[in-house]
């Protein structure tokens, strides 16, 4: 099966500037994760969704961070205005359903975005 | 912050030896546990994962253990091989599903 695709691979803005990055899941998965991977560090998630609804989003900085997923399939992740401590690997990750067990989580290969 | 953390940032390791890297995690509610693998500009790959009711799984050349009384878990990899090199995650997943990661193991063989 295909993996979970994501686009673009590599971004680079100015600060102040908007940013958004696409995620195409595993077909049939209905649970779908993005995550923010600083340097050095394991990966935060920032929402999850539950086909199109939002599950959990505590972690998200909503003051500049938005995400959809409007027909439950395809993702969006965007940021706007960035700031440079949102430097970062942006992971989307889904499941067939919210306990994931087994391979259940699958991991795309990322947005890397660097603010200067 | 995060519930999830690594015993060692680092780990060396002869090329045919085995490898073994440590987690310890605080979350005692937490039923499920993953190890992942991430090599550079990649993301994480599944390894091989347990559940809370259990204390050891093996899987082809690695085998996870389990101690919940002092909320450790631990990966070893059998017969280390260049392909090992990599960072490696544990990552615990709360009873609200959300899955937590520690910050990682870097895992350097030596030829």
């Known amino acids: 099966e295909a993996g979970v695709a994501q686009s673009p691979r590599y971004k680079i803005i100015e600060k102040r500037q908007s940013v958004a990055f696409w995620c195409n899941p595993i077909s049939g998965h209905a649970t779908l994760y993005w995550y923010q991977q600083i340097l050095g560090q394991g990966p935060k998630l920032l929402i999850q969704?539950?086909?199109?609804?939002?599950?959990?989003d505590s972690q998200l900085p909503k003051d500049r961070f938005s995400a959809e997923r409007l027909k439950g399939v395809d993702s969006t992740l965007k940021i706007q205005p960035a700031k440079l401590e949102d430097s970062a690997v942006y992971l989307c990750?889904?499941?067939?359903?919210?306990?994931?067990?087994?391979?259940?989580?699958?991991f795309g290969s990322g947005t890397r975005l660097t603010v200067v | 912050g995060e519930s999830v953390g690594l015993h060692l940032p680092t780990l060396s390791v002869q090329e045919g030896d085995n490898s073994i890297i440590n987690c310890a995690y605080s979350?005692?509610?937490?039923?499920?546990f993953i190890w992942y693998k991430q090599e550079s500009g990649k993301g994480p790959q599944f390894i091989i994962d347990?559940?809370?009711?259990?204390d050891k799984r093996q899987g082809q050349r690695v085998t996870v253990l389990l101690n919940k009384t002092v909320k450790h878990l631990s990966l070893q990899i059998a017969a280390t091989q260049p392909g090992d090199s990599a960072v490696y995650f544990c990552?615990?997943?709360?009873?609200?599903?959300?899955?937590?990661f520690g910050a990682g193991t870097t895992v350097t063989v030596r030829a």
């Open positions: 990750a889904s499941s067939p359903n919210l306990s994931g067990r087994g391979y259940g989580y699958t």
């Open positions: 969704f539950q086909n199109n609804g939002v599950v959990d």
């Open positions: 979350n005692s509610a937490s039923d499920y």
């Open positions: 347990i559940r809370s009711n259990m």
């Open positions: 990552a615990e997943r709360n009873n609200d599903y959300k899955l937590s």
